[in-house]
């Protein structure tokens, strides 16, 4: 079925880097964009950067650039995202999300990522 | 940045009364092609959020007549008729016409 299927969850320390997977099936992965959004515990959702696995288009927020680095394989339909020099503030939920036409359709179950020193 | 407010960010609501949620915008969310790019999302407690409404008032598939959407410009409403127990949770607003995508606050819907 049409579903996104995210990586288990992580826990790290301070200043180290994670890399989480999104893989895809049910669909053609590269007719998609692809979103992360992460929530905080608690907290609302928090826009990150879009990918476009048909022409490796990608995007950051802003407050991500130059920590976050989005990737896709098109062999296995997945896209990848890493995040480097966590800090505490990074302990969220992280989602990857399909975008038809604009709108958010469909939803990765989210990945815990829990960063401490 | 676009940035969305919810009103209220907490509702009681009463089984099979019905129950309203203001979204906000800091700037018109009609897109230059013509489209408004606003929808509202659902999320139940430790569940990825679901979309339930898109582009304003369009449900998306399997999502009950109970809910509707209105408004344009800056201002829009998520409408329940009839709040059942299975709508309890948190309610977002997002935007998708610009760059970067951001959400409203939340509101908190409880029985």
């Known amino acids: 079925q049409v579903q996104l299927v995210q990586s288990g969850a992580e826990v790290k320390k301070t200043g180290a880097s994670v890399r989480l997977s999104c893989k895809a099936s049910?669909?053609?992965?590269?007719?998609?964009?692809m979103h992360w959004v992460r929530q905080a515990p608690g907290q609302g959702l928090e826009w990150m950067g879009i990918?476009?696995?048909?022409?490796?288009?990608?995007s950051y927020a802003q407050k991500f650039q130059g920590r976050v680095t989005m990737t896709r394989d098109t062999s296995t339909a997945t896209v990848y995202m890493d995040v480097r020099n966590l800090r505490s503030e990074d302990t969220a939920v992280y989602y990857c999300?399909?975008?038809?036409?604009?709108?958010?359709?469909?939803w990765g179950q989210g990945t815990l990522v829990t960063v401490s020193s | 940045d676009i940035v969305l407010t919810q009103t209220p960010l907490s509702s009681p609501v009463t089984l099979g009364k019905p129950a309203s949620i203001s979204c906000r915008s800091s700037?018109?969310?009609?897109?230059?092609?013509?489209?408004?790019?606003l929808s509202w999302l659902h999320q139940r407690p430790g569940l990825p959020p679901r979309l339930l409404i898109y582009?304003?008032?369009n449900r998306f598939s399997g999502v009950p007549d109970r809910f509707s959407g209105s408004g344009a410009g800056t201002d829009f409403t998520l409408e329940i008729s009839r709040v059942e127990a299975g709508d309890v949770g948190i309610y977002y607003c997002?935007?998708?016409?610009?760059?970067?995508?951001?959400f409203g606050q939340g509101t908190k819907v409880e029985i």
């Open positions: 999300v399909r975008a038809d036409n604009q709108y958010f359709d469909l």
């Open positions: 049910g669909y053609i992965f590269t007719w998609y964009y």
């Open positions: 700037q018109s969310l009609e897109h230059s092609d013509g489209n408004t790019y």
């Open positions: 990918i476009y696995p048909g022409n490796d288009y990608i």
């Open positions: 997002m935007q998708a016409t610009d760059f970067p995508r951001t």
């Open positions: 582009q304003i008032s």
